[in-house]
């Protein structure tokens, strides 16, 4: 009788057990319900969503196609010429060249070479002519500005003044005048000449170039010995001559 009262016990125990544990355990099937309804509820908001998103692609579609079809680009139109004004612009160059005419036969050809020799040899003798005569003058002027330094250096100033013009005149460049007139070239050079024991003037270069003559000379004088230099100095002086006459002197300092 004592183990069936252990084994009812036993069983009693169980139970309750049970009954117990069956107590604390927590409801799931609300909150598996609730997410079912969350669920849903988020797929609805996906597809509501989408929905949106889809119809404002179609309006945004539809505009652009409502746009699309009123839009229209701008024609573009050609210009009115007007074929019955006369054209009377300016275009250098528009002609067309007029063709040579060959010669037909020899004596043709014969007649065209003589007259273009006849051209080239007319054209050879004015350059020449020309040429000449520039030389001719070049060695005029030469002639009058080697009569004017011997004159110079042998202090005679009757020669000196006499290959001057009447109105030559004196500049300092580069169009500085100095003075004008023979009476005051006198009473300038002769003074020098008189006070002066000796000058002598040599040209370092000369241009010389029809009636211009360019002379970069050595200058020496003596003031107190003729046989003693005290002074030396490169002076650069530009004549012009006119029938056989120096008219203007220039000056370069």
Do not use: W
Not at 52 to 74: C, G, V
């Amino acid at each position: 009788m004592k183990p069936l009262s252990i084994i009812l016990a036993s069983l009693i125990t169980t139970v309750a057990l049970i009954s117990y544990a069956s107590d604390q355990q927590p409801e799931v099937t609300e909150p598996k319900l609730k997410s079912a309804e969350q669920v849903v509820t988020n797929k609805g908001d996906s597809v509501s969503k989408k929905t949106n998103t889809d119809n404002f692609a179609t309006e945004i579609e539809t505009n652009d196609k409502i746009n699309t079809l009123e839009y229209k680009a701008p024609e573009l139109k050609k210009p009115v010429i007007d074929t019955a004004k006369t054209d009377d612009s300016k275009v250098f160059g528009n002609e067309a060249p007029q063709p040579v005419e060959k010669p037909k036969n020899k004596v043709e050809k014969a007649v065209a070479v003589a007259e273009a020799e006849k051209a080239v040899t007319q054209a050879k003798e004015a350059l020449t002519t020309k040429q000449q005569t520039k030389a001719k003058q070049s060695r005029e002027s030469l002639a009058v500005v080697e009569q004017l330094v011997n004159a110079y250096n042998a202090r005679n100033i009757e020669e000196f003044i006499r290959v001057y013009s009447e109105d030559v005149e004196f500049y300092i460049f580069p169009n500085e005048l100095l003075f004008k007139g023979k009476e005051k070239l006198i009473a300038r050079y002769g003074l020098m000449f008189k006070k002066l024991k000796c000058i002598h003037s040599s040209p370092i270069k000369r241009i010389v170039h029809g009636d211009i003559v360019i002379d970069h000379e050595l200058s020496e004088t003596c003031s107190t010995d003729k046989n003693v230099v005290d002074k030396r100095s490169e002076l650069i002086s530009s004549y012009q001559i006119k029938d056989g006459k120096i008219i203007r002197v220039l000056f370069f300092r």
